[in-house]
């Protein structure tokens, strides 16, 4: 079974920057799993961030990015702000119309 | 802006059945741009995707969920629906409604409810 692998935590300082990665168990990430992050914060539903890879979503600050990174999906908070305190999710497609979350990074900005 | 809403029992007794519905408002789930789909969240824990299904009835299930899942859509009422059977308390967790755009991400998120699994 793929599990899709994510930092369980990560630090920042307030206008730091800041890397989180989305991988597989096997084999690595690319355009065609179609890698999309959620932001959450405790007693809310997710939010989405960003999708197809690198597109933010309506209303997401510019110093969210999405890209490739070796061979992973990673999520760039470039100027980090307190706000941005939360768990991060990243999504992919598996194929044959099956979609996993990754385990979650939660990120603290200190 | 299309927004959604999850609705059903919030306590299901062990072995039984967890029935949820997601009401969508300001637009039909026949848009053909969405796929619409369920999420839930055990309590401190991640995300795990359930299924999706497309108004036509066209349906994709987690592999780990797909003998106990059923997804169902009422275009009538502008409804769609998540049937879990034989639920164990493993089954207790936050269950989000969403809207997938082109089947490539989730756009649209319901506010979630908490269903939990005791007797």
């Known amino acids: 079974q793929t599990v899709v692998t994510q930092e369980p935590s990560f630090s920042v300082s307030p206008g730091g920057t800041v890397t989180l990665t989305c991988g597989l168990s096997s084999g690595s990430v690319s355009t065609n799993h179609y890698p999309s992050w959620y932001q959450q914060t405790p007693g809310q539903a997710p939010r989405t961030v960003i999708y197809n890879t690198i597109t933010r979503s309506s209303g997401v600050p510019a110093r969210f990015s999405g890209s490739l990174l070796g061979n992973k999906a990673a999520l760039t908070i470039t100027g980090a702000q307190a706000d941005d305190e939360s768990n991060y999710y990243c999504?992919?497609?598996?194929?044959?119309?099956?979609?996993?979350f990754g385990g979650g990074t939660k990120l603290a900005v200190l | 802006q299309l927004q959604l809403k999850e609705s059903g029992p919030g306590l299901v007794k062990p072995s039984e059945t967890l029935s949820l519905t997601c009401s969508a408002s300001g637009g039909p789930i026949t848009s053909s741009s969405y796929y619409w789909g369920w999420i839930r969240q055990p309590p401190g824990k991640g995300l795990e995707w359930i299924g999706n299904i497309y108004h036509t009835g066209s349906t994709n299930y987690n592999p780990s969920l797909k003998s106990r899942v059923t997804l169902s859509a009422d275009t009538s009422e502008n409804q769609f629906s998540l049937k879990l059977t034989s639920v164990t308390a493993a089954d207790t967790a936050i269950y989000f409604c969403?809207?997938?755009?082109?089947?490539?991400?989730?756009?649209?998120w319901g506010q979630g409810i908490l269903v939990t699994v005791s007797s």
């Open positions: 969403g809207g997938w755009f082109g089947d490539l991400f989730i756009d649209f």
């Open positions: 999504m992919l497609f598996l194929g044959s119309g099956i979609w996993v």
